[in-house]
């Protein structure tokens, strides 16, 4: 396809929570050297146009104004970069029903936390990294905004962010039902970013006690812990205050693991065997697998936290269906505009503010 040449259909292809396991969503995530490029790299790979990529822990989703091959060299790339068939962990919408994909994800609708907090700034994080790139077009521009303003719609008229909101709150749900008390309990953080604040607000106001937020950067975790009134450490400090701890919440932005096999092993004898509770809400995963051969080593991931969410749904049926009417109305009057001659009255074709 030609620079400028831009085609009238839409598309997304991509993977979640719910089609694909953590392995497969963590070989797809980005890598610390394509911050800032992702975009620009499915373009030229792809060879489409309109490329906005959605990335999260949870998901990995392509939006772009495709050619006529375009779904299959989107498919194609996304097995590529996994280096095995993922074919039938994908989804694929297109048209209408993709700018209902798009309504759906920024509202938390299709969040395994439903009405999670996170993604809403997450998709304008995405929109905004295509801005840069400059590979947004006029399809990306008015769906994306959109989206962003439906997504707050949904939040400021319904009360889905009932119960747990965000992965975070999630992991300090599970932290509390591990111990009925955390008051008397040590608690490290490893990592400064979103999801570890997240996880420290939560678990601060369900009342842990001894709180260590570790970190590669010392100022980061400096900043938090002043915030939250815990302790700042740095990274090995970090691993070092694991002989003492009870819980440890794992969530940097490592492309390794900073946790393996025999490390805990030599962890588990250090502690005599006492109970360590570890949650990776990483991704890439901070965590090997095998940690769990070691004696008293226990290990949660992002999707063994689906369960402790599920308990928080039978409360909002009212209010999801409502929030998921509004994503119909919505997303349908958004593909009218998007397929109109003109673009639409009063939506700008530019950026959002940061």
Known sequence: MRLGMTSPEWLV????HATAPVEIREAISPKPHEAGRINTLVREATG????VVISTCSRFEV??????DGEQAVVEWLVRRAGRDISSSLYVRRGPEAVSHLFRVAAGLDSWVVGETEILGQCKA???GACAEKTATRYGHLAFQRALMV???VRNETRIVGGIASIGGAAAVLARSIFNELKERVIVVFGAGTMASSSVRHLRSKGAGELFVSNRSLDKAQALAAELGGKPITLAEGFDRLDQADIAVFSTGADRCLLDGEAALALS?????RSLFIIDIAMPRNVAPEVTQAEGIYLY???DLKGVV?????????????????????????????THPLPAAGVPLAPVAA
């Open 269 to 273: 004898r250090r502690r005599g065997g």
């Open 310 to 338: 599920e308990k928080s749904l039978a409360k909002r049926e009212e209010d999801l269906a409502r929030a998921a009417g509004i994503v119909a109305c919505e997303s349908a009057d958004c593909w009218g505009r998007m």
């Open 63 to 68: 939006y772009c104004q495709p050619d006529k």
């Open 13 to 16: 292809v991509g993977l979640n």
């Open 126 to 128: 995405a929109y905004q």
């Open 301 to 303: 991931d992002i999707d």
């Open 151 to 153: 997504g707050k719609k």
């Open 48 to 51: 489409q146009e309109g490329v």
